[in-house]
């Protein structure tokens, strides 16, 4: 670990390495102490070494981390602070959701799926209807992907938003997470969105054919000659 002092970044990106595979908790603390070197490689490098090390003890330094002003960097913190499981990290990285920078933007939806807990849930939540998943159809996007990631714990936050007056976008997105986690219980909550009109019947259908029982056949067998051919699908 002495070695991540050397003046050579390349020595140091490679000592950070090696410490990752070795997969010894003690190298922890000497890597947490690189988080701010002065060569962007090397924090990268350090941040990924934490990352793949898995210790609790690095959250701190990887929320530290998340503030820098290089992109690769924040994303790998991203990536390692999901891997922890990190609640604490949740506020930090909730406004990173908006980010400009696409690959910042869509570790951080990532991270929040990982992470799953209410407050990870809540702020998938509010990326719904925006960026990729704006006019996504019935298409996967990463904030779709990051609940179904988040699993039963976005089940309740999801059924209780397709009750408010949302755009048919988010309707949509939350309907099809519902599908994807066979959420059957959340079935006669995707049909009273589509009575409403607040969901499409494309979406409706979609998310009925992964979360939806006998019971809501007769809704479904309503939309075999629906002209919109995303419906008949």
Known sequence: AGKLDDPTPNVRIQVARALARIQDPRAVVPLVGKVQDSVPDVRQAVVRALGELGDA???????????????????????????????????????????????????????????????????????LGTQEDAAAGLDRTPVRDALVSAGAAAVTEL???????????????????????????????????????????????????????AEQVPVVLEYV???????RE
């Open 57 to 127: 003890r690095a959250a701190q330094a990887l929320l530290l981390a998340l503030r820098d002003n290089v992109a690769e960097v924040r994303i790998e913190a991203l990536s390692a602070l999901g891997r922890l499981r990190a609640a604490e990290a949740v506020d930090p990285i909730a406004p990173l959701v908006l980010e400009r920078n696409l690959g910042v933007r869509q570790s951080a939806l990532v991270a929040l799926g990982r992470i799953g807990t209410p407050g990870a849930v809540r702020a998938l939540i509010k990326a």
């Open 159 to 213: 059924t209780a938003l397709l009750d408010r007056p949302i755009t048919p976008a988010v309707a949509t997105s939350a309907a099809w997470v519902l599908g994807e986690l066979h959420a059957y219980a959340s079935a006669p909550a995707v049909v009273a969105a589509l009575r409403k009109g607040t969901l499409p019947p494309a979406g409706a259908l979609h998310a009925l054919a992964g979360c939806g029982t």
């Open 225 to 231: 000659s629906d002209p919109t051919p995303q419906a």
